[in-house]
DNA sequence: CAAATATACATAATTTTCTTATGTATAAGT
DNA sequence: ACTTATACATAAGAAAATTATGTATATTTG
């Protein structure tokens, strides 16, 4: 992520959840989606994106299929089970992670 | 912060926030007041908080105060003009980062 | 009254997560 | 032809935490 002065660790957050909405994505695709998504507010970066990626796969959260589109690679992700309960736990924690810094910021809303 | 699987780089904006509701804080009584405003859902760890004073105090946003206490010394924190303007400028940075995060996670509501 | 807990500071080593920089390769637009 | 877009990847470095220590005094508890 850059240009953005954004919070670090909501990115697996960020994919889980656009995985969990499309399907099947790939990573240049979900780079594109968040740009767009955000209105170019949000631009994730290839050297977060990747790693993170191969992270998620390596826990046993992504499949991955790789295709060969216009003679170019595609490498497909799509959520295994478990990656589908992940999340779910993570879109919680990101709800709750609002919700504190909503109390301490903002106490009489809360 | 510990025990919250929070997100990095949100300890600034939440002292800068109790420094700005509170006039001036010891680093102790910051770790409590974010326990007590949470109920015990974040808790700010001193190997988190005292560099990010001193950070914060070489950056021109703190000044500090030494007081002894019941024989026990304590560093009042307390907001410079800087301070105070950067602590506005978080604060916004914070809302927009929440209403991305929302746009991207729970697109409905956007 | 000894031991544990609370108060109050601090720093070092390590880990996590990102940015920035670089690299490879093909396709499409100008 | 040259630039931009598509599509992957990794390495070096920075930022911001966690975890582990360390020092010291005060208070509570068994």
Redesign the pocket.
């Known amino acids: 992520?850059?240009?953005?002065k954004?919070y670090?660790?909501?990115?697996?957050t960020i994919i889980l959840k656009l995985l969990n909405e499309n399907d099947k994505m790939?990573?240049?695709?979900?780079?594109?989606k968040v740009k767009e998504l955000t209105k170019g507010e949000l631009?994730?970066?290839?050297?977060?994106l990747?790693?993170?990626?191969?992270?998620l796969e390596a826990q046993g959260l992504l499949d991955v299929e790789v295709a060969k589109?216009?003679?170019?690679?595609?490498?497909?992700y799509k959520l295994t089970e478990n990656g589908t309960k992940e999340t779910a736990n993570k879109l919680e924690e990101l709800a709750e992670y609002i919700k504190t810094m909503q109390t301490l910021v903002n106490p009489k809303l809360a």
């Not at 631009?43 to 977060?48: F, L, S």
């Not at 589109?69 to 497909?76: A, G, P």
């Open positions: 992520m850059s240009n953005s954004l670090k660790g909501s990115l697996n790939y990573g240049y695709e979900i780079t594109q631009k994730i970066t290839e050297g977060a990747y790693p993170a990626l191969h992270k589109v216009d003679n170019r690679l595609r490498k497909y």
